[in-house]
């Protein structure tokens, strides 16, 4: 599967962006996708994940409220909406695939080469 990961910038803070994950290559819906992000120095962390069918999503409680995932199965892309954003949400944002929804890296065997989040205070 490749993915390719778009929608970063610069933004202030309180504002929004929609990220995208397109994928290609096999059968989208046969995954459940996840988005990851690495602040400047930090970790890979899990910031959203949705499941193969849409149904069930898992956010970080750091974005609860804020983000939203979504999936259009037909456009074999997923999207990560991302609203009152604050400058600890800056970060290279990633999208994974994995059989089943997982809140670990680990289970992601696909990756996209990411895309960057700045959120100026």
């Given at each position: 599967?490749?993915?390719?990961?778009?929608g970063g910038?610069?933004?202030q803070?309180?504002?929004?962006l929609?990220?995208?994950c397109?994928a290609s290559?096999r059968?989208?819906?046969?995954?459940?996708i996840?988005w990851f992000?690495q602040?400047p120095g930090?970790e890979?962390?899990i910031v959203a994940?949705i499941?193969?069918s849409g149904?069930t999503t898992?956010y970080?409680?750091?974005?609860?409220g804020?983000?939203?995932?979504?999936?259009?199965?037909a456009k074999?892309?997923?999207?990560?909406?991302?609203?009152?954003?604050?400058?600890?949400?800056t970060?290279?944002y990633y999208?994974a695939v994995?059989?089943?929804?997982?809140?670990?890296?680990?289970?992601?065997?696909?990756?996209?080469?990411g895309?960057l989040?700045?959120?100026s205070?």
């Amino acid at each position: 599967v490749q993915l390719q990961a778009s929608g970063g910038g610069l933004v202030q803070a309180g504002g929004s962006l929609r990220l995208s994950c397109a994928a290609s290559g096999r059968t989208f819906s046969n995954y459940a996708i996840g988005w990851f992000r690495q602040p400047p120095g930090k970790e890979r962390e899990i910031v959203a994940a949705i499941a193969r069918s849409g149904s069930t999503t898992y956010y970080t409680d750091s974005v609860k409220g804020r983000f939203t995932i979504s999936r259009d199965n037909a456009k074999n892309t997923v999207y990560l909406q991302l609203n009152s954003l604050k400058p600890e949400d800056t970060a290279v944002y990633y999208c994974a695939v994995a059989p089943l929804l997982s809140i670990t890296h680990l289970a992601y065997n696909y990756w996209g080469q990411g895309t960057l989040v700045t959120v100026s205070s």
